[in-house]
T-cell receptor, first 112, second 114 residues
Framework: QQQVKQSPQSLIVQKGGISIINCAYE??????FPWYQQFPGKGPALLIA???DVSEKKEGRFTISFNKSAKQFSLHIMDSQPGDSATYFC???????????WGAGTKLIIKP | EAQVTQNPRYLITVTGKKLTVTCSQN?????MSWYRQDPGLGLRQIYY???????DKGDVPEGYKVSRKEKRNFPLILESPSPNQTSLYFC?????????????FGPGTRLTVT
C-alpha cells in the first residue's frame, strides 16, 4: 500500500523560530503534494500545495520544499507564531486514482 | 457561505444500534468522501464518491455503508456499530480530477460506541 511517512509526530518551537515538518513518499505517481492545517475542534483545511515539477513554493510565512530525487517534501513555517499551533498533515494525490494518501500528522506547539 | 455540514457533531451510542451521520455540501462538488481520524493514525478514508450514484471503498470500509442519491448529500451509515468505531469522523468534498487535492472538510462528528 502506498504510504506517506510524516515526521516528527509532535514539535515544540519558540515564537519567532522556524518550524519544519518532513514527509517522505514511496511511489512516484503523484500529481500534487498538499499540506493541511487543523485547529482543535475543526476539520482540516488546505494550507498550501505543490506540484512535483516545482522545487519550492512560498505563501507568506509558509514554504513547501520538494526534493523529487529523494522523494521528500517539507513544510517550513518562518517566524512561527502561537496562532500557528495546530496539527499539520501532508498528503500526496495519486495520479491514476486521484486519491489522497495522508501522513499521520504533526502536532505543532508554538511557545510564546 | 460555502460549507460542508455534518450532523450530529457528537454522538454516544451503544453497540449494535444503527446510526446515520449526515453530510451536506453547498458547493456543487462532485466528489465527496468520509474519513476517520484516530490519534497517531492520521486521516483514513472510509468511502468516497466521484458523483451521484457512484461510490467506492477507501482504506477502511468495513462496518460502514454510504449512499449518494443527491449531489449535495453523502450520509455515512453504521448498521451495527462496535466500540472500535469510536472515532472522529470527517466528511469532505471537492472538485473532480486533480483538483481533488483541495478538499473542504466538515467540522467533524465525534462518535463514541460503548
Amino acid at each position: 500500500q502506498q504510504q506517506v511517512k510524516q515526521s516528527p509526530q509532535s514539535l515544540i518551537v519558540q515564537k519567532g523560530g522556524i518550524s519544519i515538518i518532513n514527509c517522505a513518499y514511496e511511489n512516484t505517481a503523484f500529481d500534487y503534494f498538499p499540506w493541511y492545517q487543523q485547529f482543535p475542534g475543526k476539520g482540516p483545511a488546505l494550507l498550501i500545495a505543490i506540484r512535483p515539477d516545482v522545487s519550492e513554493k512560498k505563501e507568506g510565512r509558509f514554504t513547501i520544499s520538494f526534493n523529487k530525487s529523494a522523494k521528500q517534501f517539507s513544510l517550513h513555517i518562518m517566524d512561527s507564531q502561537p496562532g500557528d499551533s495546530a496539527t499539520y498533515f501532508c498528503a500526496a494525490l495519486g495520479t491514476s486514482n486521484y486519491q489522497l494518501i495522508w501522513g499521520a500528522g504533526t502536532k505543532l506547539i508554538i511557545k510564546p | 457561505e460555502a460549507q460542508v455540514t455534518q450532523n450530529p457533531r457528537y454522538l454516544i451510542t451503544v453497540t449494535g444500534k444503527k446510526l446515520t451521520v449526515t453530510c451536506s455540501q453547498n458547493m456543487n462538488h462532485e466528489y465527496m468522501s468520509w474519513y476517520r481520524q484516530d490519534p497517531g493514525l492520521g486521516l483514513r478514508q472510509i468511502y468516497y464518491s466521484m458523483n451521484v450514484e457512484v461510490t467506492d471503498k477507501g482504506d477502511v470500509p468495513e462496518g460502514y455503508k454510504v449512499s449518494r442519491k443527491e449531489k449535495r448529500n453523502f450520509p455515512l451509515i453504521l448498521e451495527s456499530p462496535s466500540p472500535n468505531q469510536t472515532s472522529l469522523y470527517f466528511c469532505a468534498s471537492g472538485s473532480p480530477g486533480q483538483a481533488i487535492y483541495e478538499q473542504y472538510f466538515g467540522p467533524g462528528t465525534r462518535l463514541t460506541v460503548t
